[in-house]
């Protein structure tokens, strides 16, 4: 057992119950960062529920990944309150904490050149010592499964291409079973199959009752995946609800200071956002 594991299994931890379908999964109050004497956001106030898969969107710089790393405790707030399972984070210690929510960063690296599977195994770490520790050989394969990595599971981790790690990565983050999950990009490396791919399992999670809260860029994905979108300019929300409803010309092209065209894609009625060019 590795230090990590046995100080996870030495502690006695409160493991997170079952919540109902559109329950409050984690919570934003009036919440200010700021970064390097820079203000990135702003007074932002968010639900996140279970069931539902929620879009953060915006241009660069708009605070999204501060609001994603604020959502997972990463990074400590400057104002307001965030709350995880109905506490504010700080009441839950970091074994605890990492039973509720799990992490995607932006990109993935490692020190050591672990076997896949190996890398995959470590989301199960929070469960060391607890009943759920038996879930854990399901959970790796099941995860490795849903992402395509098992054919590779024996490789070095830093072995893969760009789009292989992002892939593995993500397998961690669902090995780890946690009710509440954090992604930031998760598709920016991958070819267009494996985007689908992601936000397929992003609505499974969701379809199986877990909170999903996704950075991404793709407007078209964020369109159709999504239940709710919220739209981030200059740290603060300039809209919140479901992309048909927030994905217009006008804010779009205000927030982006890009023109746009929204319209409905001919088969499925979801927005498709395109940029709005002269030839």
Same mark, same amino acid.
């Given at each position: 057992?590795?230090?990590?594991?046995?100080?996870?299994?030495?502690?006695?931890?409160?493991?997170?119950?079952?919540?109902?379908?559109?329950?409050?999964?984690?919570?934003?109050?009036?919440?200010?960062?700021?970064?390097?004497?820079?203000?990135?956001?702003?007074?932002?106030?968010?639900?996140?529920?279970?069931?539902?898969?929620?879009?953060?969107?915006?241009?660069?710089?708009?605070?999204?990944?501060?609001?994603?790393?604020?959502?997972?405790?990463?990074?400590?707030?400057?104002?307001?309150?965030?709350?995880?399972?109905?506490?504010?984070?700080?009441?839950?210690? +970091? *074994?605890?904490? @990492?039973? !509720?929510?799990? /992490? %995607?960063?932006?990109?993935?690296?490692? #020190?050591?050149?672990? =076997?896949? &599977?190996?890398?995959?195994?470590?989301?199960?770490?929070?469960?060391?010592?607890?009943?759920?520790?038996?879930?854990?050989?399901?959970?790796?394969?099941?995860?490795?499964?849903?992402?395509?990595?098992?054919?590779?599971?024996?490789?070095?981790?830093?072995?893969?291409?760009?789009?292989?790690?992002?892939?593995?990565?993500?397998?961690?983050?669902?090995?780890?079973?946690?009710?509440?999950?954090?992604?930031?990009?998760?598709?920016?490396?991958?070819?267009?199959?494996?985007?689908?791919?992601?936000?397929?399992?992003?609505?499974?999670?969701?379809?199986?009752?877990?909170?999903?809260?996704?950075?991404?860029?793709?407007?078209?994905? +964020? *369109?159709?995946? @999504?239940? !709710?979108?919220? /739209? %981030?300019?200059?740290?603060?929300?300039? #809209?919140?609800?479901? =992309?048909? &409803?927030?994905?217009?010309?006008?804010?779009?092209?205000?927030?982006?200071?890009?023109?746009?065209?929204?319209?409905?894609?001919?088969?499925?009625?979801?927005?498709?956002?395109?940029?709005?060019?002269?030839?």
């Amino acid at each position: 057992m590795n230090p990590f594991t046995a100080l996870l299994s030495s502690r006695t931890r409160e493991l997170p119950s079952p919540l109902p379908l559109g329950s409050t999964a984690a919570q934003l109050y009036g919440v200010g960062m700021g970064l390097g004497g820079r203000p990135v956001l702003d007074g932002v106030d968010l639900t996140v529920r279970t069931g539902e898969v929620l879009a953060l969107v915006g241009p660069n710089g708009a605070g999204k990944s501060t609001l994603l790393a604020a959502l997972a405790a990463d990074l400590p707030v400057h104002s307001g309150e965030v709350r995880v399972d109905g506490r504010p984070v700080a009441a839950w210690s +970091a *074994a605890e904490l @990492a039973l !509720r929510r799990a /992490v %995607l960063p932006q990109s993935a690296s490692l #020190a050591f050149p672990f =076997p896949v &599977e190996d890398v995959v195994r470590m989301g199960r770490a929070p469960w060391a010592g607890t009943h759920r520790e038996a879930e854990d050989d399901a959970a790796v394969a099941g995860a490795m499964t849903a992402t395509e990595v098992t054919e590779f599971a024996s490789r070095p981790f830093s072995a893969l291409s760009g789009g292989e790690r992002a892939r593995v990565a993500l397998a961690r983050v669902l090995a780890q079973r946690a009710p509440l999950l954090l992604l930031d990009e998760p598709t920016a490396a991958l070819d267009l199959r494996h985007q689908e791919l992601v936000l397929r399992i992003c609505r499974e999670r969701a379809a199986a009752g877990d909170a999903v809260v996704v950075v991404l860029h793709d407007l078209g994905l +964020a *369109a159709a995946y @999504a239940d !709710r979108a919220v /739209v %981030l300019r200059g740290g603060r929300v300039a #809209a919140a609800g479901p =992309p048909s &409803e927030v994905f217009t010309d006008g804010l779009l092209g205000e927030v982006y200071r890009q023109p746009v065209e929204v319209f409905p894609h001919p088969r499925t009625g979801v927005p498709l956002v395109v940029p709005r060019r002269t030839l």
